[in-house]
């Protein structure tokens, strides 16, 4: 290539940056325009550095006479340079749910409900704040964090150079001492990774999944006092690419899901003994790497999968020939996947077309007019518009139904919940095995 191609291919690089950060800041315009009417609550805070985890800790405290909660969210820090990471707690003033107005949005703050202590007009003196209570020393960016189901002070962080790293966060002050002392450090893998799921059946139990295309599974309980040093009980070497994300089943203690860049979904049964092949295989449901999975908590049967050929695939874990539904509506990679807590029929998905949009599976087939099917197809119940920078990861509230976390790239957290109008009515209670095939 020649230095005059190079300059216009150059020159048109940047034409077309520029062409996508105007259409960025126009759909972002008219999402706010329209977030009094989409939105019950809607907080906007910048971080310090960004955070590529985010998870609601569990716990919800009232506070007597207030007409709001406390809660608590889990997320690190990416930093650049030379800069100290973290994991942190932070702790979120709530109000308690109300029927907000649409009169209460303030636009100058993007908010409803307003940070830092705003009022409304049907509750004077509701107060929203957003503050990090805790900082713990850690080594590199927090890849992802996750607490332990049944005690929600232990967490395990996943770091840049392939160790998982538990911390018991009652063990560590308010503020950074300017080391870093996990007080477990689980060592095998030999790259970096992001899938981390704690044995919801069996306290103390681990599974993780890393660029090293292993998946390796870890007890707690075998660690001492005088070593912190643990390895792996079973490493498994199923899959024949990066392993992007591991789940442990909700409801079967042996059963573990894992996705992978060699395009399969595979499930793992403990009870067998090979380490290189999985009981169940899904081959074909995607053309591109599989991001994400998430098994149905409330259906035993059902998984779904997010991918990088911008789709998400609902399984039956009883017919892994085929899928269940192919669900379309992001523009680019399917990052992370959740299912309603509460909801059955309802999955939560994130995408690095900067969307969340929340399914509906309910209503996969129903008819459309015309003007209905040109915003996208019946199951795409919400859209969430709000960040203008690819999504790190997103979380449910496990205390206020509908009260979702999302944090971007650029350091944009949000916490918002979307108005009972659009998601309160019309959800039909359809076991999720009897929808239409």
Not at 119 to 140: L, N, R
């Amino acid at each position: 290539m020649d230095d005059d191609d190079m300059g216009v291919s150059v020159e048109q690089e940047r034409e077309d940056e520029m062409t996508e950060e105007k259409i960025i800041n126009e759909e972002y315009k008219t999402w706010k325009k329209n977030a009094p009417f989409l939105y019950d609550l809607m907080l906007s805070t910048a971080l310090e550095w960004p955070t590529l985890t985010t998870q609601w800790l569990p716990d919800k405290q009232s506070i007597p006479d207030k007409n709001y909660s406390t809660h608590r969210l889990l997320i690190g820090t990416h930093t650049s340079g030379e800069a100290q990471n973290y994991l942190q707690i932070a702790q979120v003033q709530l109000p308690n749910p109300v029927l907000p107005d649409a009169d209460d949005y303030d636009e100058e703050r993007e908010e409803i409900g307003g940070y830092e202590g705003g009022a409304t007009k049907k509750i004077p003196g509701m107060e929203v704040k957003f503050s990090i209570v805790q900082k713990i020393d850690h080594k590199g960016e927090v890849n992802k964090a996750r607490y332990q189901p049944q005690n929600a002070n232990i967490i395990a962080t996943m770091c840049t150079d392939g160790r998982v790293m538990i911390w018991d966060r009652t063990k560590h002050p308010s503020v950074p001492t300017g080391h870093v002392n996990p007080q477990i450090e689980l060592l095998g893998h030999t790259q970096e990774g992001f899938g981390l799921s704690w044995n919801p059946h069996d306290v103390g139990h681990l599974a993780t999944g890393s660029e090293d295309e292993t998946v390796r599974l870890w007890d707690m309980t075998k660690s001492t006092n005088s070593n912190k040093a643990l390895h792996p009980t079973r490493t498994y070497t199923h899959h024949s690419a990066i392993v992007n994300d591991v789940q442990y089943h909700p409801r079967h203690n042996a059963l573990i899901g894992t996705v992978s860049d060699d395009l399969t979904l595979q499930i793992l049964d403990l009870r067998q003994s090979s380490t290189t092949l999985s009981a169940l295989q899904a081959d074909d449901g995607h053309q591109d790497a599989i991001n994400a999975l998430s098994f149905n908590p409330a259906s035993e049967y059902i998984v779904a999968t997010g991918s990088a050929d911008k789709s998400i695939g609902v399984w039956d874990l009883r017919y892994l020939n085929f899928k269940l539904h192919a669900l379309a509506g992001h523009q680019d990679s399917v990052t992370s996947l959740a299912w309603h807590p509460f909801e059955e029929s309802i999955l939560g998905s994130s995408s690095y077309d900067r969307r969340i949009i929340f399914w509906d599976l309910s209503r996969v087939g129903e008819e459309q007019s015309p003007e209905d099917a040109e915003d996208g197809p019946p199951e795409i119940l919400f859209m969430h518009g709000g960040h203008t920078n690819r999504i790190s990861d997103f979380s449910w509230n496990m205390s206020d139904p509908w009260v979702l976390c999302s944090a971007a790239e650029d350091n944009l957290i949000q916490i918002w919940k979307v108005a009972n109008a659009l998601v309160g009515k019309d959800i039909e209670d359809v076991p999720v095995e009897e929808l239409e095939q």
